[in-house]
Structures are given as C-alpha cells and as structure tokens.
C-alpha cells in the first residue's frame, strides 16, 4: 500500500519570462489597524466581528505603545456586546504604585 503524494510537479511549459521589474512589497511601520486606531478616543468602542476583539486589543495595545507613549495601558475587551459584535476600548493607563520597602517604616520614626 502506497501513501498518495500531495506533490505536483511543474510543467515546465507553464513558465514564461517577463521583463517585468521587481517591485517590492509595500509595507508600514503603523500596521493596517493604524487609520482606525488613530481615529479613536480614550473610552470609544472599537466595534469589530465577534471573538476577534482579543487580536484587535492585542494590536491597538501594540500601537498605543509605540505612537502614543503609553507606558501601561489598561485595554478591556468583550467578545459579544448586546449588539452581536465584539467591542474593544483603551480605558487610560495603570498608574505606577510607589515600591513599598522595608525603609518605609523607618521614615515614619525619624
């Protein structure tokens, strides 16, 4: 028993010669979310199809890093809202909890 081959061979006869020139692929540093994510404003809802709000949250926390500063930002997401979509929104930032350290106590005594 012989296992069937998925490979197909080329037909040399299917090739030709171009004296097109190489182009390239276009590419940007921003992201292809980047016109939306430009668009909206701390606390809006970034509608998006159902279950896919976790890729959107992970690409728009991307991006607020990179052009925006954003240190920590704190996004939340739904999978389905009331109208069957998936929402994505960036609430603000965590803000940076003071180190709490041992010599704490001891500025207290002083």
Sequence with gaps: MTKPTTY?????????ISNDPYTGRERTN????????????????????????????????????KNLGA?????RTKR????????????GEKEAKKPETVWAGLKKAA
């Design 8 to 16: 197909q061979p080329i037909d040399p006869s299917e090739l030709s």
């Design 30 to 65: 921003e992201g292809k979310y980047a016109e939306i994510f430009c668009k909206v404003k701390q606390g809006q809802r970034i509608v998006c199809p159902p279950g896919r709000a976790g890729a959107i949250a992970h690409a728009y926390e991307k991006w607020l890093v």
């Design 71 to 75: 240190k920590q930002p704190v996004i």
């Design 80 to 91: 389905a809202c009331d109208d069957g979509k998936g929402g994505v929104w960036w609430l």
